[in-house]
């Protein structure tokens, strides 16, 4: 680019200028740019000198964004975004779907049906690389410059600046191991959870309190809430399963996540004839229209995977119904005692 002398300047500052600032700071900058923090530094001063301005108020304790600095760091996103929208015009002209693709998704979808199916899309298209981003809280799409999204949430959400596609509604089962479903009361319906010591997820939206509330509608249309205070809350989805494995209480989860350890016989699904909430699974994104190739090839590949999952989840549902609802059928597999 050059400037108004006819001097070219180095758009690679303007790059590492916005890793700065997205970053908060020169070290975890120069970690994700594989650079020294003192060469990054090097580059913001003589970009500074260049532009005649103080975009950036640092000192051994403190990094401060100037009110210029951060103008400055705005058009800098927008270039880029820019920059990555012309690579990919470039890679959609070939018409086979190829290039960079950002996503990022719960670890609990990665470490189920998501992980099993990303595979199988990268075999399809040989040409497409993927940097996934594996994390529970609850991402920036546009700030973060990620192409997708994926979102699991209990309470269903609109935003006007992204487009949201609705992948697919998961029942949420309640499940305990053998030994903490066989020590529950032979007390009919939501009372026999009484005294249960539970396990809970929380979703990225969700606040962090001491007590959870959980809801459901029992066989005659009447609903139920049971509150109560966790033994463990945890974002990970994989932890809570792996605590009701381990007996650290009963634990309300997506049955998909549920279905292998309840086939296995390692799980007892609690209360089968009450129907409990539901999660929405989103593919997000920020445009509807215009979407690069290969970004679009992997929306249509996940709305096609989680179409044949809904069917293959359901089938496994009477397998699910057929487990034991009484305290006698219990401590029978169990081979535990009755109090």
């Known amino acids: 680019m050059l400037n108004a002398e006819g001097v070219f300047q180095d758009l690679n ?9 997205r970053h908060n700071g020169f070290s975890a900058a120069g970690r994700v740019l594989n650079m020294p923090k003192s060469k990054l530094s090097r580059h913001i001063t003589a970009l500074e000198a260049r532009l005649g301005v103080r975009l950036l108020e640092r000192t051994v304790k403190r990094f401060r964004v100037t009110e210029i600095g951060r103008a400055f760091y705005n058009h800098c996103e927008n270039m880029l ?10 890679n959609d002209a070939t018409g086979e779907p ?10 609990g979808l990665l470490e189920g049906s998501l992980g099993a199916m990303i595979p199988e899309f990268l075999n399809r298209y040989p040409k497409v690389q993927l940097q996934i981003l594996t994390t529970d809280r609850r991402v920036d799409v546009i700030d973060e410059r990620l192409d997708l999204a994926v979102r699991a949430q ?3 959400e ?8 609705v992948l697919s509604k998961v029942d949420l089962i309640l499940v305990a191991n053998q030994k903490v ?21 929380a979703g990225p939206l969700t606040e962090w309190q001491d007590l959870d509330v959980w809801e459901f509608t029992g066989p005659d249309g009447t609903r139920y809430r049971h509150q109560h205070k966790p033994r463990m809350s945890c974002r990970s989805v994989s932890a809570v399963l792996e605590a009701i494995y381990a007996g650290v209480g009963v634990g309300l989860l997506p049955d998909h996540i549920c279905a292998e350890g309840i086939r296995d016989g390692r799980l007892v699904r609690l209360l089968p ?7 929405t699974i989103y593919l997000v994104f920020t445009a509807s229209r215009g979407l690069p190739t290969a970004v679009r090839a992997l929306v249509d590949f996940l ?6 999952l809904r069917v293959t989840t359901q089938c496994q549902k009477a397998d699910m119904q057929a487990q034991p609802r009484d305290r006698a059928q219990l401590v029978e597999l169990s081979g535990a005692q009755p109090a």
């Open 13 to 21: 500052d303007f790059v590492y200028f916005a890793a700065v600032v």
């Open 81 to 90: 975004r820019e920059a990555d929208r012309a690579a990919k015009a470039i």
């Open 98 to 107: 190829q290039g960079l693709i950002r996503m990022s998704m719960p670890s």
């Open 154 to 156: 209990l309470i269903e």
């Open 158 to 165: 609109t935003d006007s600046e992204l487009t949201m596609r």
């Open 181 to 201: 479903a066989s020590s529950l009361p032979s007390i009919e319906g939501v009372e026999c959870l009484a005294d249960a010591p539970t396990v809970s997820f």
């Open 273 to 279: 004839d009450h129907q409990m909430s539901q999660a």
């Open 303 to 308: 709305v096609e995977q989680f179409r044949t």
